[in-house]
């Protein structure tokens, strides 16, 4: 998997690769941003819901897990990603 990487920067004109590196840093960290915002706002977003019916704290966990798996499975590819683009 480490090849294909490679093989894809080397195929970046190398004068624009610190502009990429930079951009790509900015854009992750709104995106760790983001995910800082979803969870200071956590109450609000998954607590209980008077309009649903069946509105347990099971449910609730499974909210949150739907949202944080997933978040957190991206977050950390995105990471190894731009830790290969910083050391490429």
């Not at 499974?62 to 590819?77: A, N, Q, S």
């Given at each position: 998997m480490i090849a294909p990487i490679h093989n894809m920067l080397a195929l970046i004109n190398p004068a624009a690769?610190?502009?990429?590196?930079?951009?790509?840093?900015?854009?992750?960290?709104?995106?760790?941003?983001?995910?800082?915002?979803i969870f200071r706002n956590r109450h609000r977003f998954f607590d209980r819901d008077p309009r649903v019916d069946n509105d347990i704290?099971?449910?609730?966990?499974v909210r949150v897990e739907v949202v944080l798996i997933p978040w957190l499975g991206i977050t950390t590819l995105i990471l190894?990603?731009?830790?290969?683009?910083?050391?490429a």
């Amino acid at each position: 998997m480490i090849a294909p990487i490679h093989n894809m920067l080397a195929l970046i004109n190398p004068a624009a690769l610190p502009a990429l590196r930079i951009a790509a840093t900015f854009f992750f960290l709104i995106y760790l941003l983001f995910g800082a915002y979803i969870f200071r706002n956590r109450h609000r977003f998954f607590d209980r819901d008077p309009r649903v019916d069946n509105d347990i704290p099971a449910v609730r966990k499974v909210r949150v897990e739907v949202v944080l798996i997933p978040w957190l499975g991206i977050t950390t590819l995105i990471l190894i990603l731009l830790i290969s683009f910083w050391l490429a």
